[in-house]
Antibody, heavy 117, light 114 residues
């Protein structure tokens, strides 16, 4: 079964850091680009970042550029999102998603990040 | 990275058809100069992860009901749900790949089955 499982969410103070993980299984992880998408409480989906299949290239939404870093370990079939200098507006459920061409065909259940003092 | 515009809500009675629009700058929904179409649609039930419904404007993944269909005209993409059922009550999001490097979602549409 193709599966993505996020972990690492929690409560962090403004200005703090957190690293999310996304464990992939059931498919050849190293063949796929991967995305992070977030959803603030009661709000819509917002694309955050994409990394290519070998980890050599990544792009980010303007709102997180310079603060978030996406990476992957293909040997561990795991995707990461390092989030630094967190702000209240980063509070959201963070989903990892598999990229198939230009769309997202498999999604994890999400990890909740709360930025609050 | 401007969001695509969707109606906040759409409603219909069981068995009816409804259409959700997704409008953006022609450079977003209109697609590349090469003419490729990269609009996708996602369904999200409360507390659940999004699910892919439509990709490449009109294509349906295996396992998705043929009651869901996609189309595009100019800079507006549309998702039509035919034979509306109670289980279709959810939020729906369009998504495009306008710049060749970043993705953008619509604001989402809440579908209510009356």
């Amino acid at each position: 079964e193709v599966q993505l499982v996020e972990s690492g969410g929690g409560i962090v103070q403004p200005g703090g850091s957190l690293r999310l993980s996304c464990a992939a299984s059931g498919f050849t992880f190293s063949d796929y680009w991967m995305h992070w998408v977030r959803q603030a409480p009661g709000k819509g989906l917002v694309w955050v970042s994409r990394i290519n299949s070998d980890g050599s290239g990544a792009v980010y939404a303007d709102s997180v550029k310079g603060r978030f870093t996406v990476s992957r370990d293909n040997a561990k079939t795991t995707l990461y999102l390092q989030m630094n200098t967190l702000r209240a507006e980063d509070t959201a459920v963070y989903y990892c998603a598999r990229a198939s061409h230009y769309y997202m065909d498999v999604w994890g259940k999400g990890a909740t990040v709360t930025v609050s003092s | 990275q401007s969001a695509l515009t969707q109606p906040a809500s759409v409603s219909g009675s069981p068995g009816q058809s409804i259409t959700i629009s997704c409008t953006g700058p022609s450079s977003d929904v209109g697609g590349y100069d090469y003419g490729y179409d990269y609009v996708s649609w996602y369904q999200q039930h409360p507390g659940k992860a999004p699910k892919l419904l439509i990709f490449d404007v009109t294509q349906r993944p295996s396992g998705v009901s043929n009651r869901f269909s996609g189309s595009k005209s100019g800079n507006t993409a549309s998702l039509t749900i035919s034979g509306l059922q109670a289980e279709d009550e959810a939020d729906y999001y369009c998504c495009s790949y306008p710049s060749g490097t970043t993705w953008v979602f619509g604001g989402g549409t809440k579908v209510t089955v009356l």
